[in-house]
Nanobody, 117 residues
Framework: QVQLVESGGGLVQPGGSLRLSCAAS????????FSWYRQAPGTQREWVATITSWDTTIYADAVKGRFTISTDDAKNLVYLQMNSLKPEDTSVYYCNARKGSPQVDYWGQGTQVTVSS
């Protein structure tokens, strides 16, 4: 049974930094790729960043240059380092993990990030 547990959200001021963590219940090597999504109240869920099994990273334009997705394979952790945070980054952030053969997506419970002065 795959489980993803997110943590690290909280309240930060504009320009501040925060690091989100996603703990996977099994080896990182079990997954094809990991992504972070976010969803603000009244909006649709938005893709933020992805890291593939070959360690290629891609980012949404809104966060490019400010956010970094990475993994710690030994600890079964996926991170989202968020720098230069803006009020528009305020959202619930979700971890997504994908397996193949067959393709299946798994989701974390979400962690709240609030950027406000």
């Amino acid at each position: 049974q795959v489980q993803l547990v997110e943590s690290g959200g909280g309240l930060v001021q504009p320009g501040g930094s925060l690091r989100l963590s996603c703990a996977a219940s099994e080896s990182i090597f079990s997954f094809y790729r990991f992504s972070w999504y976010r969803q603000a109240p009244g909006t649709q869920r938005e893709w933020v960043a992805t890291i593939t099994s070959w360690d290629t990273t891609i980012y949404a334009d809104a966060v490019k240059g400010r956010f970094t997705i990475s993994t710690d394979d030994a600890k079964n952790l996926v991170y989202l380092q968020m720098n230069s945070l803006k009020p528009e980054d305020t959202s619930v952030y979700y971890c997504n993990a994908r397996k193949g053969s067959p393709q299946v997506d798994y989701w974390g419970q979400g962690t709240q990030v609030t950027v406000s002065s």
